[in-house]
């Protein structure tokens, strides 16, 4: 199998002037779940907001599929009493055996007791959750919620703080995520048999509709044309070969030291996958 060096190589070889950044919810997403309305389009494109009642929620996904890139959004999510609720900003490949990377907001009977979950599959593994409380109200004003995915790790990012990395860890017999093209996706939908406090708060319906913001959605990335077929943009460098620097390292152990109020990797027990997984985070 090719090198992390390799990756960087072919990549940088075959970009091309390409337009990337601020995209338009319009011309470049699909309404994929949710009934008439409940995915509404707003303000020529710029901003997206999906809704949920007790007849459906909504989502939607990316008319073109990625191959590593940058992708950030502005969120703000629902008001008032959410218990049961789940908001989601994602990048999936197609299943069965998918690729994933997680950014979950499961509601709370108070706006300020979010909990946001990250969670990575890769070939159809997940079970790697890491939830945070977040320092802020997420549902007061609009936040940045960023992945950065390159050939060499998975970096997570709140309002430019990063609180979670994810290495490539090939050697380790660890898969990565790199073999099948994702689209970017966003929803809302019902999670109450798990996700507020174990599942035991479920959703007062008579707070819906239930209402969720994204504006500002931008990428950077690498475009998915077909097997073996696909093109980046012209500012790759920014974060193709993009790691961790050392004050960034410690904004992530500031984040789990103080935010951080679930984390798989304390459930290791006997799995070798996930304690070599875990052992070399910053390594």
Not at 12 to 21: E, H, R, S, T
Not at 84 to 93: D, E, M, R
Not at 225 to 242: A, I, L
Request: with cysteine; glycine share 8%.
């Amino acid at each position: 199998m090719s090198s992390p060096l390799g990756f960087l190589l072919v990549f940088l070889a075959i970009a091309i002037i390409f337009p990337f950044g601020k995209a338009n919810f319009n011309s470049d997403f699909d309404i994929v779940t949710g009934i008439d309305g409940h995915a509404t389009i707003l303000d020529g494109g710029e901003e997206l907001r999906l809704s949920m009642d007790k007849n459906s929620g909504s989502g939607v996904a990316s008319k073109t599929k990625f191959l590593f890139g940058k992708f950030d959004a502005r969120m703000k999510l629902i008001a008032r009493n959410s218990a049961g609720t789940v908001t989601s900003f994602y990048l999936s490949s197609e299943p069965p055996n998918q690729d994933e990377i997680d950014f979950e907001f499961l509601g709370h009977v108070r706006g300020d007791l979010y909990v946001l979950q990250t969670n990575i599959f890769t070939n159809g593994k997940g079970d790697r959750e890491q939830r945070f409380h977040l320092w802020f109200d997420p549902t007061q004003d609009f936040h940045t919620y960023t992945i950065l995915w390159n050939p060499l790790q998975i970096i997570m990012y709140v309002d430019d703080t990063p609180i979670r990395l994810f290495k490539r860890n090939e050697s380790l017999g660890v898969d990565y995520i790199e073999k099948q093209p994702v689209k970017v996706q966003a929803s809302l939908w019902n999670g109450e048999d798990w996700a507020t406090e174990g599942g035991t708060i479920k959703i007062d319906w008579s707070k819906s509709p239930f209402f969720t913001y994204y504006r500002n959605y931008s990428e950077n990335a690498c475009i998915w044309y077909g097997p073996g077929s696909h093109s980046c943009g012209n500012d790759v460098s920014s974060w193709m070969n993009r790691g961790l620097e050392a004050k960034e390292v410690e904004k992530i152990a500031w984040a789990k030291k103080n935010y951080m109020i679930y984390n798989y990797c304390d459930k290791a027990g006997t799995d070798e996958t996930i304690q070599k997984e875990c052992s070399r985070e910053f390594s």
